[in-house]
């Protein structure tokens, strides 16, 4: 088990809406980075941030935001959910110059 | 695109057997890291191997790195029930991951 949270653990959306997910990362780790995970693929690189600053971003819609909190926890936000975005989100925190990351168990959202 | 791809998809293998898996990418690297992922579940890191690093070791793991090919390998010893997972390669530290390799381990 990493020190790595996540919440909710499921949830369900109806299509259209919007959804905020949570991470905590583990004590020490200043840089989160978000996951997207469809059913029987590997995980597709949603953005990370450091410092409460987004440093990088996958191919993802900017209906896709996040933010970084001084204590270094992290949402996801997606609006306007569409089938597509029904997936298991998965957080990964890493430290300054880590190149490893400690992930989440993830949440898994279902859209409607 | 995936920079990460492994192969093959799937591989059944009986216990205490060895398995491999391979992984290839497409551009230059600073490090390759291989993870497992229990039936949607986060992903637990096995192993780092960095580009001027051409094996490394940990407990059963073994893992290769050929640069010159962009591939790497992951080797599983003595293998275990507890050890059926996907396992999945990523390369750096926004990671860019393949489909995976869905190992089952029958007793």
């Known amino acids: 088990e990493t020190g790595v949270t996540q919440s909710p653990t499921h949830l369900i959306k109806t299509r259209g809406q919007q959804v905020t997910l949570r991470c905590s990362s583990q004590?020490?780790?200043?840089?989160v980075s978000w996951y997207q995970q469809a059913l029987g693929q590997g995980p597709q690189f949603i953005f990370q941030?450091?410092?409460?600053?987004?440093?990088g971003r996958g191919n993802f819609p900017p209906r896709f935001s996040g933010l970084q909190f001084p204590n270094y926890s992290s949402e996801l936000n997606v609006n306007a959910l569409e089938l597509d975005d029904s997936a298991l989100y998965l957080c990964?925190?890493?430290?300054?110059?880590?190149?490893?990351?400690?992930f989440g168990p993830g949440t898994r959202l279902t859209v409607t | 695109s995936q920079q990460g791809e492994e192969d093959p998809q799937a591989l059944s293998i009986q216990e205490g057997e060895n398995a491999t898996m391979n992984c290839s990418y497409k551009?230059?690297?600073?490090?390759l890291q291989w993870y497992r992922q229990n039936s949607g579940r986060g992903l637990v890191h096995l192993i780092l191997?960095?580009?001027?690093?051409r094996e490394k070791h940990s407990g059963r793991l073994r893992v290769t790195l050929d640069t010159s090919k962009k591939s790497s390998s992951l080797l599983i010893t003595a293998s275990r029930a507890a050890d059926t997972a996907s396992y999945f390669c990523?390369?750096?530290?926004?990671?860019?991951f393949g489909t995976g390799t869905r190992l089952t381990i029958i007793p």
């Open positions: 990964a925190s890493s430290s300054v110059g880590g190149d490893e990351q400690y």
């Open positions: 004590s020490g780790h200043n840089t």
């Open positions: 941030y450091y410092r409460e600053e987004e440093n």
């Open positions: 551009t230059s690297i600073n490090n």
């Open positions: 191997i960095r580009s001027n690093e």
């Open positions: 990523a390369t750096d530290t926004q990671l860019t």
